[in-house]
């Protein structure tokens, strides 16, 4: 059975810096095209940043750019999001997202992910 389990998700100072984990079991992380969205209290869930399989692609929404990386460690199936800069607008619940197709490609839509972790909840204050 997939699971993907998130963590590091705690409350933060705005400015400070947090380090987002996704772990995987039960398939080969390695080999997947994985995500990162968030959803904010009363909003859609949105798309973060995504990676491609082999670490090497990565694309981000314009309100993280510059702020977040997306990076991977593969032998650990673990898929990672740096974030810095915080804002009180990131604020939400983050979930990774896991698709399991052949292609080495980047995807950027909620529907084109097969599995999904339960998320961890950040909280930037002011």
């Known amino acids: 059975q997939v699971q993907l389990v998130e963590s590091g998700g705690r409350s933060v100072q705005a400015g400070g810096s947090l380090k987002l984990a996704c772990e995987g079991s039960?398939?080969?992380?390695?080999?997947?095209?994985m995500g990162w969205f968030r959803q904010a209290p009363g909003k859609e869930r949105e798309f973060v940043a995504a990676?491609?399989?082999?670490?090497?692609?990565?694309y981000y929404a314009d309100s993280v750019k510059g702020r977040f990386t997306i990076f991977r460690h593969n032998t650990k199936d673990t898929v990672y999001l740096q974030m810095t800069s915080l804002e009180p607008e990131d604020t939400a619940v983050y979930s990774c997202?896991?698709?399991?197709?052949?292609?080495?490609?980047?995807?950027?839509?909620?529907?084109?992910?097969?599995?999904w972790g339960q998320g961890t909840q950040v909280t930037v204050s002011s």
């Open positions: 990676i491609d399989w082999g670490g090497i692609g990565t």
């Open positions: 997202a896991g698709h399991s197709g052949s292609v080495n490609t980047i995807y950027t839509e909620q529907a084109q992910y097969i599995y």
């Open positions: 039960g398939g080969a992380l390695s080999s997947w095209n």
